[in-house]
């Protein structure tokens, strides 16, 4: 065979460039497939599961049991205003103007302080993270400590979290919070330890009036399944093009 | 090759060697194993500890069957044991470890019960100045069986 140097150079240097990527690429392609087929939770599928929420707001009683069991189940700090769940107080009054407040997020219950012959119709509506399929709380991390599971959880990873607060700006809900014990971003979970197990999360088992609903959407028997089938439901201001999946039942004009 | 872009292209060499050590260092083994995230987090998350054991849970054989079993005829019985008690779980693996005692004050019951304008009309609720005398409430009703019905 002749051969010149250069060639040798050329095609030499060639084999060793693939010889070296080749196994990284394939590494890549075979995280990807894992990813998709293999679930990292031992004895739980997540391409098994998409999980849904539904809220009926005209059984809530405003009791706050669900944002009291909320902290309790995890380790929300108590003595600082925030709340991975939490019940609003609407009251729109004669005159026309809405009310809203949420005391301590509801956990020590609401009392009437204005009569009740000025307003004409009050009614709570609890309040959790949406799990958007669109999160723009995702979108915005910039070192990658939060994101969506397959089975349509957006979680935190608390190791990672730089505590920037770019999420917390960014959800529409309000439905994120800054935790000084952490120093990282929080939110709801839908109690993933208690999903994940075949629990229900803390605040569905809190509900007296089963107001919360949580199953699902894969599921074509599920509860939350049969309710979209038949109520008239809709979601927190679906302009946003988030996609939320905590479903309202009984949702009034007013609220936002 | 000029001597010029032979020493350009080993600082570009050195500069690309040194940013792959660098990265393999500073991001985490499992980045990018399910998407753009660490994917041991997802089992770390999972790991929590649970805190609500649930009602079925308390009336095991063995445990509070028979209070179960009443509180499961009752009006109550959509009100779970621990929306009243705490979360119990650590008292039901290890039941040496006694749960807080329950609320029963009035205020509790009132959290459900008291007369509050933006409760749906149908659910019962009582006016708390005049209902039961300033009694604790389970003077009257059994929180378990709120009702003889």
């Given at each position: 065979?002749?051969?010149?140097?250069?060639?040798?150079?050329?095609?030499?240097?060639?084999?060793?460039?693939?010889?070296?990527?080749?196994?990284?690429?394939?590494?890549?392609?075979?995280?990807?497939?894992?990813?998709?087929?293999?679930?990292?939770?031992?004895?739980?599928?997540?391409?098994?599961?998409?999980?849904?929420?539904?809220?009926?707001?005209?059984?809530?009683?405003?009791?706050?049991?669900?944002?009291?069991?909320?902290?309790?189940?995890?380790?929300v700090p108590f003595d600082?205003?925030?709340?991975?769940?939490?019940?609003?107080?609407?009251?729109?009054?004669?005159?026309?103007?809405?009310?809203?407040?949420?005391?301590?997020?509801?956990?020590?219950?609401?009392?009437?302080?204005?009569?009740?012959?000025?307003?004409?119709?009050?009614?709570?509506?609890?309040?959790?993270?949406?799990?958007?399929?669109?999160?723009?709380?995702?979108?915005?991390?910039?070192?990658?400590?939060?994101?969506?599971?397959?089975?349509?959880?957006?979680?935190?990873?608390?190791?990672?979290?730089?505590?920037?607060?770019?999420?917390?700006?960014?959800?529409?809900?309000?439905?994120?919070?800054?935790?000084?014990?952490?120093?990282?971003?929080?939110?709801?979970?839908?109690?993933?330890h208690r999903i994940t197990?075949?629990?229900?999360?803390?605040?569905?088992?809190?509900?007296?009036?089963?107001?919360?609903?949580?199953?699902?959407?894969?599921?074509?028997?599920?509860?939350?399944?049969?309710?979209?089938?038949?109520?008239?439901?809709?979601?927190?201001?679906?302009?946003?093009?988030?996609?939320?999946?905590?479903?309202?039942?009984?949702?009034?004009?007013?609220?936002? | 090759?000029?001597?010029?872009?032979?020493?350009?292209?080993?600082?570009?060499?050195?500069?690309?060697?040194?940013?792959?050590?660098?990265?393999?260092?500073?991001?985490?083994?499992?980045?990018?194993?399910?998407?753009?995230?660490?994917?041991?987090?997802?089992?770390?998350?999972?790991?929590?500890?649970?805190?609500?054991?649930?009602?079925?849970?308390?009336?095991?054989?063995?445990?509070?069957?028979?209070?179960?079993?009443?509180?499961?005829?009752?009006?109550?019985?959509?009100?779970?044991?621990?929306?009243?008690?705490?979360?119990?779980?650590?008292?039901?693996?290890?039941?040496?470890?006694?749960?807080?005692?329950?609320?029963?004050?009035?205020?509790?019951?009132?959290?459900?019960?008291?007369?509050?304008?933006?409760?749906?009309?149908?659910?019962?609720?009582?006016?708390?100045?005049?209902?039961?005398?300033?009694?604790?409430?389970?003077?009257?009703?059994?929180?378990?069986?709120?009702?003889?019905?």
């Amino acid at each position: 065979m002749n051969l010149s140097r250069r060639d040798f150079t050329k095609i030499g240097s060639k084999i060793v460039i693939g010889a070296a990527s080749g196994p990284v690429i394939i590494d890549a392609l075979v995280k990807k497939a894992r990813a998709l087929e293999i679930s990292p939770l031992r004895d739980y599928d997540w391409n098994e599961h998409f999980w849904g929420y539904v809220v009926d707001t005209t059984k809530c009683i405003g009791c706050g049991r669900c944002a009291n069991a909320c902290k309790l189940e995890n380790e929300v700090p108590f003595d600082e205003p925030v709340y991975r769940t939490w019940v609003e107080r609407y009251r729109v009054l004669k005159e026309g103007e809405a009310v809203i407040d949420s005391p301590n997020g509801s956990i020590d219950g609401f009392t009437d302080d204005i009569p009740e012959d000025e307003i004409n119709k009050a009614f709570y509506v609890p309040k959790i993270c949406n799990h958007c399929e669109n999160p723009p709380c995702v979108q915005v991390c910039p070192v990658g400590a939060t994101y969506t599971t397959n089975d349509g959880v957006v979680l935190v990873d608390y190791e990672y979290c730089i505590g920037c607060r770019y999420c917390i700006q960014a959800c529409p809900y309000g439905a994120r919070y800054y935790n000084n014990e952490k120093g990282t971003a929080d939110k709801c979970t839908w109690c993933y330890h208690r999903i994940t197990r075949g629990l229900l999360p803390a605040c569905v088992k809190a509900c007296p009036v089963g107001a919360r609903k949580f199953g699902d959407l894969k599921d074509t028997e599920s509860e939350v399944n049969k309710i979209l089938d038949r109520e008239r439901i809709n979601v927190h201001k679906p302009e946003l093009g988030t996609k939320p999946k905590v479903y309202y039942i009984g949702l009034d004009r007013v609220v936002r | 090759m000029q001597p010029h872009l032979k020493r350009a292209f080993t600082l570009l060499a050195i500069i690309i060697i040194a940013f792959i050590f660098v990265r393999s260092l500073a991001v985490p083994g499992s980045f990018g194993e399910y998407g753009w995230y660490r994917g041991d987090s997802v089992n770390e998350l999972r790991s929590q500890d649970i805190e609500y054991a649930g009602s079925r849970t308390c009336g095991d054989v063995g445990c509070h069957n028979t209070l179960y079993s009443i509180w499961n005829q009752s009006r109550h019985k959509t009100v779970n044991c621990e929306t009243c008690h705490g979360p119990s779980e650590k008292h039901a693996s290890n039941i040496r470890i006694m749960p807080e005692p329950a609320d029963d004050s009035r205020d509790f019951c009132g959290l459900c019960h008291y007369n509050r304008v933006a409760r749906p009309d149908g659910f019962p609720q009582v006016d708390p100045e005049t209902h039961g005398q300033n009694l604790r409430c389970a003077y009257c009703h059994n929180p378990h069986k709120p009702w003889f019905v």
